[in-house]
Nanobody, 126 residues
């Protein structure tokens, strides 16, 4: 069974840092495009960051540029989301996603991803 398991969420204060990890199981995701999405309370799921499978280039939502960084450790088959200078508006459930086949223009769209984790809660207090 293919699974993505997120970890690293928690309750922090404004300005703090967290590092989320996504550890797939059941297959290797080293050749997939990997993405992070989040769902703020009462809102729809939104794109946060993606790591393009071919070039390793990274892409970010404007709201997190300069504060978040997505990376991949192929030896551990793990993808990370480093989140610095957290703000209350970053609060939400964060999901890891994998896309074996996706065109670059679709990486911002959750429907382009085939595999999803169960999510990890991030709460930033003011």
């Amino acid at each position: 069974q293919v699974q993505l398991v997120e970890s690293g969420g928690g309750l922090v204060q404004t300005g703090a840092s967290l590092r989320l990890a996504c550890a797939p199981s059941g297959r290797t995701f080293s050749r997939d495009t990997m993405g992070w999405f989040r769902q703020p309370p009462g809102k729809e799921r939104e794109f946060v960051a993606a790591l393009w499978r071919n070039s390793g280039n990274t892409y970010y939502a404007d709201s997190v540029k300069g504060r978040f960084a997505i990376s991949r450790d192929r030896t551990k088959n793990t993808v990370y989301l480093q989140m610095d200078n957290l703000k209350p508006e970053d609060t939400g459930v964060y999901y890891c996603a994998a896309a074996p086949t996706i065109i670059l223009s679709n990486i911002y769209n959750s429907r382009g991803y085939s595999y999803w984790g169960q999510g990890t809660q991030v709460t930033v207090s003011s």
